[in-house]
């Protein structure tokens, strides 16, 4: 197979002789091996590569993007020329000005490509499975489920007006379930590589959340009272505050935070980092994923909003310089990598540590609750309201945890949760693309579901 930079040279050379003013190529070489746990044995392993290819073509103001996979030159010819025809029926962007301008790229990334993450065996992988069941497994918990999984990846991105980036990393993904009785425990790992997972830890957290879970009351009371979100359930809602952010909401007008820069949002105890470069971060490359440099910024900096995080695109409609969060690449997955043009996204986001173990936060609490399983942590980003259920929680008395409860709903506004943070937690946990410790919140109130 031709090398990555020579497909992408392909694309431009067609497009243009095609008739396209600009042109964008991306070409991802992708290798995904799953692993597959069912009642605790390993199951299935697969283990797939492709090459996709991502084509915008610009006639003017009309802008035209297609997928597909690349097996040979003529796959290639025909998706180029498909790509034209797209971009000729297009209707006319009266937005769009121009592809992104070559840019310098400089610095240095660490711990994003894992050796021994390419070279694993299937042996290898059915080791670390069985390390979290045995872990898990005793006192009558059972692991139900399980899932490991291997991205590897390398890309290149080249336009028509000289961009010319490449990058390759690795992610690993884990997501273990188990019970016992009624109760439900879930863990979930991430990692650029496989060393820094400690995989006997989490098979000893998976059984300490199901048997938590497997003691949990139905809570029938409503109080107002202070909540601890813990990382895992916190990463979900901390999406809502990065939607808040965007680019594209920001331009499109469905934003609470529009021409909030500069002012007062929360407590002064957050600060909310976006790191394109950060050590063993998911997302962290030297340039985003249409090929502008990544850059270091707060988004909320000891409760202040800063700044917001565009692509290049939606950066030229609001006049600023682009941040360098342009962005087509999951961390779960990378199969649909190729699929859509890049747009504005988070690259890595860290919440700032506080300077107590969450141990010492629940010392402080009369009468709390510290959250470790919401059914489904939504919350409306343009209102900031939330109903979660609770699947897991622990009730907190006199500074000690009591007794475990479930079927409740914790009602509140995000927005108003934030200006009341009365605790941040010094121990981070990496999920997803954040970097982030527990949380604790004031005036939340809890609703109970039970009979």
């Not at 030297?286 to 440099?293: F, H, Q, S, V």
């Not at 779960?332 to 986001?349: D, L, M």
Request: charged share 25%.
């Amino acid at each position: 197979m031709a090398e990555l930079g020579e497909l992408c040279g392909k694309i431009i050379e067609i497009g243009e002789r095609e008739g396209a003013d600009q042109v964008e190529g991306f070409v991802i070489d992708g290798r995904m091996i799953n692993l597959y746990v069912e009642a605790g044995k390993p199951n299935i392993i697969t283990d797939n590569s492709w090459v996709g290819i991502g084509i915008k073509s610009v006639i003017g103001k009309r802008v035209g993007y297609i997928s597909g996979m690349y097996r040979d030159d003529a796959d290639l010819n025909k998706l180029v020329k498909e790509g034209i025809k797209i971009a000729r029926i297009a209707p006319e962007d009266p937005k769009f000005e121009s592809l992104p301008e070559p840019r310098k790229i400089t610095g240095n990334i660490e711990g994003v490509y894992d050796k021994d993450a390419v070279s694993i065996t299937p042996e290898g992988l059915v080791k670390y499975a069985h390390i979290i069941v045995e872990n898990a497994e005793k006192n009558n918990v059972k692991v139900m489920k399980g899932l490991i999984r291997i991205n590897i990846f390398e890309f290149q991105v080249m336009n028509s007006l000289g961009v010319d980036f490449h990058h390759r990393g690795t992610n690993i993904f884990v997501h273990f379930l188990a019970k016992k009785e009624m109760g439900e425990g879930i863990i979930k790992r991430y990692s650029t590589k496989l060393d820094n997972i400690d995989w006997e830890n989490a098979g000893k957290e998976l059984y300490k959340k199901t048997e938590l879970a497997s003691k949990a009351k139905s809570y029938t009371g409503m109080e107002t009272i202070e909540v601890i979100i813990e990382p895992m359930e916190f990463a979900d809602i901390l999406t809502a505050i990065l939607a808040a952010v965007n680019g594209e909401n920001i331009n499109r007008h469905r934003s609470p935070w529009i021409g909030k820069i500069g002012e007062k949002i929360a407590s002064e105890d957050l600060t909310v980092m976006d790191d394109g470069k950060m050590k063993y971060g998911l997302r962290s490359a030297l340039a985003d994923d249409e090929g502008i440099p990544t850059t270091k910024k707060p988004i909320i900096e000891k409760g202040v909003l800063r700044n917001y995080i565009y692509d290049y695109y939606n950066a030229k409609i609001a006049g600023v310089e682009p941040t360098g969060n342009g962005y087509r690449r999951g961390v779960r997955t990378i199969e649909t990598t190729h699929k859509n043009p890049a747009g504005p996204a988070p690259s890595n986001i860290e919440i700032l540590p506080g300077n107590k173990d969450t141990e010492a936060l629940i010392a402080e609490m009369d009468r709390g609750l510290i959250v470790k399983k919401f059914a489904a942590p939504n919350v409306d980003f343009i209102t900031g309201n939330f109903g979660m259920e609770i699947r897991n929680a622990v009730i907190i008395e006199n500074g000690e945890a009591k007794q475990p409860i479930k079927h409740a709903l914790l009602i509140g506004n995000l927005y108003e949760a934030l200006n009341n943070i009365s605790g941040i937690a010094k121990k981070q946990e990496r999920m997803g693309i954040m970097l982030l410790p527990a949380i604790r919140f004031k005036n939340l109130q809890i609703v109970g579901l039970g009979k």
